[in-house]
């Protein structure tokens, strides 16, 4: 092969290098979405409305349930993780003898399955789980506080949502810990030296400087949110109907390809939708680092 | 006002200072036991004596026995473990082997529309996996994937790639591109640059990425639980066939599911945060 010849292949390497990565992303993204499309609206070669009159009208179907229950869950869930890991992060940010160790145990429920936590929190919860058998032997309760079963909805919802802190405020707090770590300790000792108390620094130099990894730590978890499976089919199965738990039983139990497929269009389109706001500011975010 | 400030903030009496620790202990430590608590109790439960668990007065019980996670694996946890370690290593090859080249070529190059590409991976990472499962049953059926280890492992690859991009880029980034030219002066091939001087160096840091790749696979259970019947992940088989046992089987199989991603994150520790941090940014 003759020099110039190498040279130019040269420029084509980082896209060969690339291009298998890409392809397998997109074909595997593209084509669902496209067969969800058809395995919805198409039924023997014709368009058909079958599937999206029993999702909206059927008694059997849980779809407005379960998108209240699934937007219901993200609104009461994610104020509270932000607000812990906010703390947390800025207490987390101070150095003291340990820190390494406590920072290792705060994200340790991250690495294990929402399957895993939902059964964790029921052992807990359970008649005579943990909490009950505490506060009973404390004499703070005489009978156990029941939380699961359809009758204590109520108590199931609850239980949902403290697993859901439990396990996915470390997200949170990854995000956010990372975004202090990036706010030079030169900025804040500057605010020291011209007087600034601990509640000022946090206010004028902190806050405004961690704002896009809040942003983004906000919309990560929001995009989780409607997702959420594992912990809702453990501890209350469809008595509190979630978007993608509907999907798994449409499609496992009921064999409703069709219902199904629109249940992950559904959570597709509202992702994206999301996604596209994220990606937005991230692009800002990304060119005014020049890179 | 701000002099005052000066002289509050800048040197607070040992008092002060001795408070503000007392203070700071205290919430860490309630934010440690929040987190462990809940881990320490489900791995007492796993194990604990039947009548123990049923007696109103014992808390922490006493008595142990193995009977919960034997009578676990013999109900099928024990192909179901094989299945989701099957599926995790194949998973962790593929991916390595479709997003380790584009990592470092996001690493090592510069080209026209590095950027858009980047932004097109960081954007395929937002798209929620899970909506592939459905329609992809249809497309396994007909070419005979439906209900096996490889499908399952092939739709993981599709959730753990653009990570296993975006993490390798951020490794091969780390290593000073020096070491690279300096081997291309003393007469290596591009490729042995790769193999001889880059790869080495990023070893640690892809193993750790690899770990992180297996606790994806491992812990997701919507795709696994839509695309399989009989060869069942784990979670997926907990998912359906433990949620109708026993509350011990229950107990058991949460600290199954748990124990290999504490046992990996463990190992990995040192890059966790970083990796964390680079997934979800």
Same mark, same amino acid.
């Given at each position: 092969?003759?020099?110039?010849?190498?040279?130019?292949?040269?420029?084509?390497?980082?896209?060969?290098?690339?291009?298998?990565?890409?392809?397998?992303?997109?074909?595997?993204?593209?084509?669902?979405?496209?067969?969800?499309?058809?395995?919805?609206?198409?039924?023997?070669?014709?368009?058909?409305?079958?599937?999206?009159?029993?999702?909206?009208?059927?008694?059997?179907?849980?779809?407005?349930?379960?998108?209240?229950?699934?937007?219901?869950?993200?609104?009461?869930?994610?104020?509270?993780?932000?607000?812990?890991?906010?703390?947390?992060?800025?207490?987390?940010?101070?150095?003291?003898?340990?820190?390494?160790?406590?920072?290792?145990?705060?994200?340790?429920?991250?690495?294990?399955?929402?399957?895993?936590?939902?059964?964790?929190?029921?052992?807990?919860?359970?008649?005579?789980?943990?909490?009950?058998?505490?506060?009973?032997?404390?004499?703070?309760?005489?009978?156990?506080?029941?939380?699961?079963?359809?009758?204590?909805?109520?108590?199931?919802?609850?239980?949902?949502?403290?697993?859901?802190?439990?396990?996915?405020?470390?997200?949170?707090?990854?995000?956010?810990?990372?975004?202090?770590?990036?706010?030079?300790?030169?900025?804040?000792?500057?605010?020291?030296?011209?007087?600034?108390?601990?509640?000022?620094?946090?206010?004028?130099?902190?806050?405004?400087?961690?704002?896009?990894?809040?942003?983004?730590?906000?919309?990560?978890?929001?995009?989780?949110?409607?997702?959420?499976?594992?912990?809702?089919?453990?501890?209350?199965?469809?008595?509190?109907?979630?978007?993608?738990?509907?999907?798994?039983?449409?499609?496992?139990?009921?064999?409703?390809?069709?219902?199904?497929?629109?249940?992950?269009?559904?959570?597709?389109?509202?992702?994206?939708?999301?996604?596209?706001?994220?990606?937005?500011?991230?692009?800002?975010?990304?060119?005014?680092?020049?890179? | 006002?701000?002099?005052?400030?000066?002289?509050?903030?800048?040197?607070?009496?040992?008092?002060?200072?001795?408070?503000?620790?007392?203070?700071?202990?205290?919430?860490?430590?309630?934010?440690?036991?929040?987190?462990?608590?809940?881990?320490?109790?489900?791995?007492?439960?796993?194990?604990?004596?039947?009548?123990?668990?049923?007696?109103?007065?014992?808390?922490?019980?006493?008595?142990?026995?193995?009977?919960?996670?034997?009578?676990?694996?013999?109900?099928?946890?024990?192909?179901?473990?094989?299945?989701?370690?099957?599926? /995790?290593?194949?998973?962790?090859?593929?991916?390595?082997? +479709?997003? !380790? %080249?584009?990592?470092? *070529?996001? #690493?090592?190059? $510069? =080209?026209?529309?590095?950027?858009?590409?980047?932004?097109?991976?960081?954007?395929?990472?937002?798209?929620?996996?899970?909506?592939?499962?459905?329609?992809?049953?249809?497309?396994?059926?007909?070419?005979?994937?439906?209900?096996?280890?490889?499908?399952?492992?092939?739709?993981?690859?599709?959730?753990?790639?653009?990570?296993?991009?975006?993490?390798?880029?951020?490794?091969?980034?780390?290593?000073?591109?020096?070491?690279?030219?300096?081997?291309?002066?003393?007469?290596?091939?591009? /490729?042995?640059?790769?193999?001889?001087?880059?790869?080495? +160096?990023? !070893? %640690?840091?892809?193993? *750790?990425? #690899?770990?992180? $790749? =297996?606790?994806?696979?491992?812990?997701?259970?919507?795709?696994?639980?839509?695309?399989?019947?009989?060869?069942?992940?784990?979670?997926?088989?907990?998912?359906?066939?433990?949620?109708?046992?026993?509350?011990?089987?229950?107990?058991?199989?949460?600290?199954?599911?748990?124990?290999?991603?504490?046992?990996?994150?463990?190992?990995?520790?040192?890059?966790?945060?970083?990796?964390?941090?680079?997934?979800?940014?």
């Amino acid at each position: 092969m003759s020099k110039p010849n190498k040279l130019i292949l040269e420029r084509y390497v980082p896209y060969i290098l690339i291009a298998p990565a890409l392809a397998y992303l997109l074909f595997f993204i593209g084509y669902p979405l496209a067969q969800a499309i058809v395995l919805a609206f198409i039924k023997e070669g014709g368009f058909t409305l079958e599937n999206i009159n029993y999702l909206l009208y059927s008694p059997s179907s849980k779809f407005f349930e379960a998108l209240y229950f699934t937007l219901l869950l993200a609104l009461v869930v994610i104020p509270i993780q932000v607000a812990i890991a906010l703390g947390l992060a800025t207490l987390l940010n101070i150095k003291f003898r340990g820190r390494n160790a406590a920072l290792y145990i705060i994200i340790l429920p991250l690495t294990i399955s929402d399957v895993a936590a939902g059964l964790i929190w029921y052992t807990l919860l359970s008649p005579n789980g943990f909490f009950n058998k505490l506060l009973m032997n404390l004499g703070v309760i005489s009978e156990p506080i029941y939380f699961f079963g359809y009758q204590y909805r109520h108590m199931e919802f609850l239980a949902i949502v403290l697993t859901e802190i439990w396990r996915a405020t470390a997200i949170v707090f990854v995000i956010l810990f990372a975004g202090l770590q990036l706010v030079s300790g030169e900025l804040i000792e500057a605010a020291e030296v011209f007087g600034a108390n601990a509640w000022q620094r946090l206010k004028y130099i902190i806050f405004p400087l961690l704002k896009p990894s809040l942003q983004a730590a906000l919309i990560i978890r929001t995009l989780f949110a409607f997702q959420v499976f594992g912990v809702v089919w453990t501890l209350a199965g469809r008595d509190i109907p979630v978007l993608a738990g509907e999907a798994y039983y449409e499609q496992v139990e009921l064999r409703h390809t069709g219902v199904a497929a629109i249940y992950a269009l559904v959570i597709a389109a509202m992702s994206v939708a999301l996604g596209y706001l994220y990606i937005k500011m991230f692009r800002a975010k990304y060119l005014e680092a020049g890179t | 006002m701000m002099g005052v400030g000066l002289s509050m903030e800048a040197r607070p009496s040992p008092v002060k200072y001795l408070l503000l620790r007392v203070l700071i202990y205290a919430l860490v430590s309630i934010a440690v036991l929040w987190v462990l608590t809940p881990f320490a109790i489900s791995i007492m439960y796993a194990f604990v004596d039947p009548k123990q668990y049923y007696s109103k007065s014992v808390i922490i019980p006493a008595l142990y026995t193995l009977d919960h996670v034997r009578k676990l694996l013999a109900l099928g946890a024990y192909s179901a473990i094989i299945n989701s370690v099957i599926v /995790a290593v194949l998973t962790i090859v593929f991916s390595f082997a +479709l997003g !380790l %080249p584009a990592g470092y *070529a996001f #690493a090592r190059y $510069t =080209f026209r529309g590095k950027d858009s590409l980047k932004l097109l991976i960081i954007s395929l990472r937002m798209f929620p996996i899970i909506v592939i499962a459905v329609p992809l049953v249809t497309l396994y059926i007909r070419i005979g994937l439906s209900d096996s280890p490889l499908g399952v492992a092939l739709a993981h690859t599709a959730m753990a790639l653009p990570f296993v991009v975006l993490i390798t880029s951020s490794i091969f980034a780390g290593i000073p591109k020096d070491l690279e030219e300096a081997g291309l002066i003393f007469g290596l091939s591009r /490729a042995g640059v790769f193999l001889r001087i880059t790869m080495p +160096l990023a !070893l %640690p840091g892809l193993a *750790a990425a #690899a770990i992180f $790749t =297996f606790i994806m696979s491992w812990n997701e259970v919507f795709i696994a639980s839509v695309l399989t019947l009989t060869n069942r992940t784990l979670p997926a088989f907990i998912l359906t066939s433990a949620m109708a046992a026993t509350d011990f089987i229950k107990f058991a199989a949460s600290f199954i599911m748990v124990l290999p991603a504490m046992i990996f994150v463990f190992i990995a520790r040192k890059y966790l945060i970083t990796m964390w941090g680079i997934t979800l940014r």
